[in-house]
């Protein structure tokens, strides 16, 4: 007759996700054996918490040794059980284990053991491993469940800290784009940027606000969770909520600080571009990308939207700053001229490669031009706007850039009621 099989498990790494990364105790008895031998097993083994008892090749039970102990020191439990097979012991007593799988999230296994009734919930777990078995003690699962949330709440620590340091960079982004409007405001050419970095500091505001927000909501109930968890008076309840709260405000703080840190990262080149007269090697497509979403909060304040039209692959070496300016100017001036005020509109930019040159056209669907004004719209200080705003260098320095930096040329087309069209031709390759 078996006596036992014992196996001893690997020992748990300092943490685990799932049930079966933990120690299991792998200790098989027979049901025939006599419950003297078991009793001795447990004897000579103080750490062993329970054993697997096995009939027939299938599993009877576990029998912790709490309950074996108990059992044999009724009146008359010693007498009646020691000598004869196991199998009687446990048909007396409740040995129908709560079983679950190896992958069963640590988190999920305590819920499950909790839940049992009374003294039930300490014990030992049966926890599957493919054609294999281990017994798991409760309190080992406690452990890890306890070394899982201090590592959550040292993480959610440290999320704060990058937190805080991002949002420091992105205030200090936020003082320097500020500087760099008052500085450029001062010149007509430089207005443009001026705008841009205005509707860029204003769509930064919101994602920072909610960061900031989210990140200061989460530190103070991560400071209620660590004193509950200090003082052992957390519940279920406690951690569930925490976890959700954790995990939305995790989402939060990604999402807006993503917006954020998208919206720099487009303004960055064109603004880096605009304040220099930088010659360099650069993809249109791309490039047009940057340019769109640094002015898109400027459009969109209007009420207009804006399009852009460019195949992929067309490479320039010029003045990506100039160009920026260009359009940057082409787009201010439909949406100051083009548009009634309360009218919506659409703005199109499109890029066509022809030959050795690349063809950029800025359209709207607004007003048009009055066919009296179409050959003096590039005079210097001409505007139909005089004492609204208007200087009337907008179109005269785009004009400059175009035929003087850029090396190209540019043409207007205006039906009243339909909407303008400007047209700026410039080469692929510029001499440096």
């Not at 519940?235 to 998208?262: E, F, M």
Request: one cysteine or more.
């Amino acid at each position: 007759m078996d006596s036992a099989i014992s196996v001893s498990a690997a020992r748990p790494r300092q943490t685990a996700a799932t049930v079966g990364e933990l120690h299991l105790w792998d200790v098989v008895f027979d049901a025939r054996v006599r419950t003297a031998d078991v009793e001795q097993c447990f004897l000579a083994d103080r750490d062993l918490p329970a054993c697997i008892v096995r009939a027939d090749g299938r599993i009877l039970g576990v029998l912790s040794r709490k309950s074996l102990l108990a059992e044999l020191s009724k009146p008359l439990g010693r007498d009646i059980y020691i000598k004869r097979p196991l199998s009687q012991l446990m048909a007396a007593i409740d040995t129908d284990p709560l079983v679950l799988p190896a992958e069963t999230t640590i988190a999920a296994a305590v819920e499950h053991a909790v839940a049992r009734p009374g003294e039930r919930s300490y014990e030992p777990v049966l926890v599957e491993r493919g054609a294999s078995s281990g017994v798991l003690e409760v309190n080992v699962l406690m452990r890890m469940q306890a070394s899982l949330l201090e590592q959550a709440v040292h993480a959610k620590d440290e999320l704060l800290v990058e937190v805080q340091r991002t949002a420091d960079e992105l205030r200090t982004t936020l003082d320097t784009l500020e500087q760099a409007r008052d500085r450029l405001v001062q010149s007509e050419k430089m207005a443009a940027l001026g705008q841009l970095v205005a509707g860029v500091a204003h769509e930064i505001n919101t994602p920072i606000g909610v960061a900031l927000t989210a990140s200061t909501h989460l530190g103070e109930r991560t400071r209620e969770f660590r004193q509950a968890f200090t003082e052992n008076r957390m519940k279920r309840s406690d951690l569930q909520a925490y976890v959700d709260l954790a995990g939305d405000s995790a989402g939060l703080l990604h999402y807006n600080l993503q917006r954020a840190a998208k919206l720099i990262q487009s303004f960055k080149q064109v603004a880096v571009d605009q304040t220099s007269e930088q010659h360099r090697n650069f993809e249109l497509r791309s490039y047009l990308e940057q340019l769109i979403a640094s002015l898109a909060p400027e459009v969109r304040k209007a009420g207009h939207s804006l399009t852009m039209t460019c195949a992929e692959g067309i490479q320039l070496t010029s003045y990506p700053g100039a160009l920026a300016q260009v359009l940057s100017n082409l787009v201010s001036n439909a949406i100051a001229h083009a548009y009634d005020r309360g009218t919506a509109g659409t703005i199109a930019l499109t890029a066509v490669q022809d030959g050795g040159n690349v063809t950029l056209t800025v359209s709207d669907n607004g007003r048009g031009i009055a066919p009296e004004n179409l050959s003096r719209i590039y005079d210097p200080f001409f505007t139909t706007k005089r004492g609204e705003g208007g200087s009337g260098l907008g179109l005269h320095i785009v004009f400059n850039i175009v035929t003087e930096t850029l090396r190209g040329q540019i043409t207007c087309q205006s039906t009243l009621g339909v909407g303008t069209s400007f047209t700026a031709t410039i080469p692929l390759q510029i001499p440096q």
